[in-house]
């Protein structure tokens, strides 16, 4: 299965600013996810992108906070925009890699906002 | 997607198998059975998966009902390294939902030495 890479892994953020993301696989995907972990919680997902077209959001979720982009095949990022403490959270990415039905999921950005 | 139900959490032995069961009633023809594990501090890791037919890998083996309404994951010989919150999820392969995994809350394993 594909390896992710995803920086940073923790941040600490002041509020009001905003934080990027990357999310870097060794092969090229087709599909990424973005999902969202709250403390204590199970994962929520944010936002499915594809290259070359707009990440498609889901409820809940908008692109004016967490806008993302997807230049190629193996990158993406997702930028949290004017953060507040309730978005502490983990972030993780996911990919979808044809001929493996499996999801691979990077290990994640722990981020704390004060 | 169809919803699943779990236990909050199992306990196990070191060494012992254990069997997680997973209901999903109003699972439809075309979704594919996940499983993944959440090991503390790392994203989810793909356990196995299937759509009818009992399946083994190096991980587990997946036990399906015949009438697909539940599920059975199955590790032989628990580790401490499996401890970790199991989550069933229901993937439907050909829907506008594919790839959009919908987490539960999950089992939490716990294995005693």
């Known amino acids: 299965s594909a390896v992710i890479s995803q920086k940073p892994s923790r941040d600490i953020c002041q509020r009001g600013t905003s934080l990027t993301i990357q999310c870097q696989v060794d092969?090229?995907?087709?599909?990424m996810f973005w999902y969202r972990q709250q403390p204590g919680q199970s994962l929520t997902l944010i936002a499915t992108?594809?290259?070359?077209?707009?990440?498609?959001?889901e409820s809940g979720f908008v692109i004016d906070k967490f806008p993302i982009s997807r230049p190629n095949l193996t990158f993406s990022t997702l930028t949290v925009s004017n953060m507040s403490p309730e978005d502490s959270s983990i972030y993780l990415c996911?990919?979808?890699?044809?001929?493996?039905?499996?999801?691979?999921f990077g290990s994640g950005t722990r981020l704390t906002v004060v | 997607d169809a919803k699943t139900t779990q236990p909050n959490s199992m306990e196990s032995n070191e060494e012992e198998p254990v069997h997680l069961p997973c209901n999903h009633s109003?699972?439809?023809?075309?979704?594919?059975i996940h499983w993944y594990r959440q090991l503390p501090s790392q994203g989810p890791e793909y356990v196995i998966h299937?759509?009818?037919s009992n399946v083994n890998n190096r991980m587990a083996s997946l036990a399906i009902a015949e009438d697909r309404k539940s599920s059975t994951l199955i590790l032989h010989r628990a580790t401490l390294r499996d401890a970790a919150v199991y989550y069933c999820?229901?993937?439907?392969?050909?829907?506008?939902?594919?790839?959009?995994?919908?987490f539960g809350q999950g089992t939490i394993l716990t294995v005693h030495p």
């Open positions: 092969s090229q995907v087709t599909m």
């Open positions: 999820i229901l993937n439907n392969a050909g829907g506008t939902s594919y790839g959009k995994l919908t």
């Open positions: 992108a594809n290259q070359g077209s707009e990440a498609t959001y």
């Open positions: 109003t699972i439809s023809g075309t979704d594919y």
């Open positions: 299937g759509l009818t």
């Open positions: 996911s990919v979808e890699e044809r001929g493996w039905e499996g999801y691979t």
